[in-house]
Nanobody, 130 residues
Framework: QVQLVESGGGSVQAGGSLRLSCAASSWYDYNARCMGWFRQSPGKEREGVAAIYTGGGSTYYADSVKGRFTISQDNAKNTVYLQMNTLKPEETAMYYC??????????????????????WGHGTQVTVSS
């Protein structure tokens, strides 16, 4: 089972920024996987925010975050980041990192379906106040 640990959540005012981190416990757990960020707020379904294929660097974003959020990877640290700028109150949620099967790359349809991810972190809370 892939071990993922998220960090970087917190409370910010609208318009502020946060950077989330998702650290995998090993190179095997990190490399050549579709790694996604999802979020879920009370009473709502979990939604895809962004994803990256750590085997090649291709990235994918929900329309609602394009231009404001950036997903990136650090191979030396087995870590995927989500830089979130110009945050909005409605983006208050628990943010989860997820890993797909090894050697299964993301695509524009695949990445946003949470059923395609085998392993999930425990989440990090993001609260955006108005």
């Amino acid at each position: 089972q892939v071990q993922l640990v998220e960090s970087g959540g917190g409370s910010v005012q609208a318009g502020g920024s946060l950077r989330l981190s998702c650290a995998a416990s090993s190179w095997y757990d990190y490399n050549a996987r579709c790694m996604g960020w999802f979020r879920q707020s009370p009473g709502k379904e979990r939604e895809g925010v962004a994803a990256i294929y750590t085997g090649g660097g291709s990235t994918y974003y929900a329309d609602s975050v394009k231009g404001r959020f950036t997903i990136s990877q650090d191979n030396a640290k087995n870590t995927v980041y989500l830089q979130m700028n110009t945050l909005k109150p409605e983006e208050t949620a628990m943010y989860y990192c997820a890993a797909g099967p090894r050697y299964r790359s993301c695509n524009y349809i695949y990445w946003a379906n949470n059923n395609n991810y085998n392993d999930w972190g425990h989440g990090t809370q993001v609260t955006v106040s108005s």
